[in-house]
């Protein structure tokens, strides 16, 4: 299944807050987007999961046993 569509959408979303001068709203959209590619990448290829360096990690792609 193609996640295209929600990566866009997100980065649609920043350039708006963006143009809208919502600094901190584009700052989290951006991490929105990065975590968006790591969970799809996780789902394409479970072995290469990893959470993003700044979280705890702790909930985050877990391998469910």
Do not use: C, F, N, Y
Not at 25 to 37: C, F, G, K, M
Not at 44 to 51: G, I
């Amino acid at each position: 299944m193609s996640h295209v569509w929600l990566i866009q959408s997100l980065a649609e979303l920043r350039d708006h807050a963006v143009d809208s001068g919502l600094t901190r709203l584009a700052e989290h959209l951006d991490e929105s987007i990065r975590l968006a590619h790591l969970e799809i990448a996780a789902l394409e290829d479970p072995q290469h999961a990893r959470a993003p360096a700044h979280t705890h990690g702790d909930d985050l792609m877990q391998d469910p046993k």
